[in-house]
């Protein structure tokens, strides 16, 4: 069994800020379970207009009482109270000379329990692409707010799937018969986990967009200067001043940061 998630909605933002603001929106009010971020890779090809970027992300969550109900919590790699990590693997190619972005997040841990992959597409409309406010207005963040009417169109798929204990299933075939109760059971397991992560992935999908908005808004008032320094108070209010994201300012002290625009 897989079971799908689609939603469409837009920010009222230039194509280029919403780009910018989707590779700073950690640490961001709602994003406290992002642990750390690191890039892995990023190329761009000048014949394209592409960048490509691969990063990861490691996320703390804790799981559903539903969930270390059906599942024992060593095979979740849990805690006695359902806390757990896990790395995600995020993949993303920008063309902004055509306007659009298509980003792609995976799970790398538990992926016979449930398989979980975000597929996004940030578009700006054709109307606009010719236009060229968006661009100038990450230069100078006055030029931001003459581009109120632009904005991003966005649509989300999320596929869920769960194979859990169809190795164990197969094993069994070969050697006997498996009952009818026996195999609706694995599969009745698979459909409550598949349906319990497709209840998370709708819920996140709002405070996934309030984060991007709220980065939005520091790009919109104070441009790259405002978005760092929301980071960094974001980054204390979670972990404290030594949290998992003072790398992201050069590892140094907050004392001695230095940040000037032009």
């Not at 979740?76 to 109270?81: D, H, I, V, W």
């Not at 995020?90 to 995976?106: A, L």
């Not at 790398?108 to 992959?117: A, H, K, P, Y």
């Not at 405070?207 to 441009?223: C, N, S």
Request: aromatic share 8%; glycine share 8%.
């Amino acid at each position: 069994m897989v079971k799908f998630y689609e939603s469409n909605f837009d920010y009222n933002y230039p194509f280029p800020a919403v780009t910018l603001a989707y590779f700073l929106r950690y640490p961001n009010p709602y994003s406290t379970h992002v642990l750390s971020t690191d890039v892995i890779d990023r190329h761009f090809d000048p014949e394209a207009q592409r960048l490509t970027t691969t990063r990861l992300h490691l996320k703390r969550s804790k799981l559903p009482p539903a969930v270390l109900k059906l599942l024992p919590r060593s095979l979740l790699g849990a805690s006695a109270g359902g806390d757990s990590q896990a790395y995600i693997l995020e993949k993303s190619i920008v063309n902004v000379k055509e306007g659009w972005m298509e980003t792609e997040s995976r799970n790398l841990e538990w992926t016979g329990v449930l398989s979980v992959i975000e597929k996004q597409v940030y578009r700006r409309p054709a109307d606009l692409i010719n236009s060229n406010i968006g661009g100038r207005a990450l230069v100078n963040k006055g030029l931001l707010e003459d581009a109120h009417n632009e904005r991003t169109d966005v649509t989300t798929y999320v596929t869920l799937q769960s194979r859990l204990g169809e190795k164990i299933w197969k094993r069994r075939t070969k050697n006997a018969k498996v009952g009818f109760f026996k195999s609706w059971t694995a599969s009745s397991m698979q459909r409550s986990i598949e349906l319990i992560g497709l209840r998370r992935a709708e819920g996140s999908q709002p405070k996934a967009k309030e984060g991007m908005t709220i980065v939005l808004e520091r790009l919109r008032q104070g441009g790259l200067t405002c978005v760092l320094d929301g980071m960094r108070r974001d980054r204390e209010a979670a972990f404290g001043p030594q949290g998992p994201f003072k790398r992201a300012f050069g590892g140094r002290s907050d004392n001695e940061l230095d940040i000037r625009e032009d």
